[in-house]
T-cell receptor, first 112, second 112 residues
C-alpha cells in the first residue's frame, strides 16, 4: 500500500464513547500532522509530530489525545467529544516538518 | 481574521477554456505558497507551489502567478478538463514559524 491511509473512513460516536483514529504513511516521511476540517472553515492544524516527537499543539482541547508510536503511524484518541467536534479529520505527512504535505483521505466523524 | 482568502467559493468553466483561481493574503512574512486539489471523499493532493522570490511557476497545464506587491496569487489551468473539477485550496507558509495557513477553497466545475 502506498501514500497515506486513514482508518476508519467514517465514524459515528456518542459523547461518552472512546474511539481512536489511525493514520499510516508509507512514504518514509519524518513528520506527521492532524488537521480538522469543519464546514465553512479553513483547515485547522491540530498537532505536528517530527521524528515521533510532538512539536506543535495548537491549543487543542484535551479530549483529543495524539499518539505517535513510530514515524509511520499516528493516532488520535478521542473521548467525551462534543457535537461541535463533528468534522473531517485529516492526517498528513511530509519529509520534514517544513516539506510539502501529503494527505490521507480523512475520517468523517459525527458526534451525537 | 483570515490571512489567506479565496474570495470565490465556486467557479464554473467550459472544457478547453482557461480556469483562473485567485488567492489573496495579508501577511507579508509568507515565503512559500502552495495549491492543493481535493476531490470528494479524498484528502487534498499537492498540485503546485511557488516561492516568494519568484513570480511564476509552471507545470504542464498548471501555472501559478505571484504578485507580491498586491499580495495576490492565482492558479491558471489551461486547457481545463472535466477531471479538473474539484475544490482548490490555496495555502501559505509563514516564514517565521513555518506554519501553513489555508484558504477556504474554491470549488471548480469544468463543464463538458
Amino acid at each position: 500500500e502506498t501514500g497515506v491511509t486513514q482508518t476508519p473512513r467514517h465514524l459515528v460516536m456518542g459523547m461518552t464513547n472512546k474511539k481512536s483514529l489511525k493514520c499510516e504513511q508509507h512514504l518514509g516521511h519524518n513528520a506527521m500532522y492532524w488537521y480538522k476540517q469543519s464546514a465553512k472553515k479553513p483547515l485547522e492544524l491540530m498537532f505536528v509530530y517530527s521524528l515521533e516527537e510532538r512539536v506543535e499543539n495548537n491549543s487543542v482541547p484535551s479530549r483529543f489525545s495524539p499518539e505517535c508510536p513510530n514515524s509511520s503511524h499516528l493516532f488520535l484518541h478521542l473521548h467525551t467529544l462534543q457535537p461541535e467536534d463533528s468534522a473531517l479529520y485529516l492526517c498528513a505527512s511530509s519529509q520534514s516538518s517544513e516539506g510539502t504535505q501529503y494527505f490521507g483521505p480523512g475520517t468523517r466523524l459525527l458526534v451525537l | 481574521d483570515q490571512q489567506v482568502k479565496q474570495n470565490s467559493p465556486s467557479l464554473s468553466v467550459q472544457e478547453g477554456r482557461i480556469s483562473i483561481l485567485n488567492c489573496d493574503y495579508t501577511n507579508s512574512m509568507f515565503d512559500y505558497f502552495l495549491w492543493y486539489k481535493k476531490y470528494p471523499a479524498e484528502g487534498p493532493t499537492f498540485l503546485i507551489s511557488i516561492s516568494s522570490i519568484k513570480d511564476k511557476n509552471e507545470d504542464g497545464r498548471f501555472t501559478v502567478f505571484l504578485n507580491k506587491s498586491a499580495k495576490h496569487l492565482s492558479l491558471h489551468i489551461v486547457p481545463s478538463q472535466p477531471g479538473d473539477s474539484a475544490v482548490y485550496f490555496c495555502a501559505a507558509r509563514d516564514g517565521n514559524n513555518r506554519k501553513l495557513i489555508w484558504g477556504l477553497g474554491t470549488s471548480l466545475a469544468v463543464n463538458p
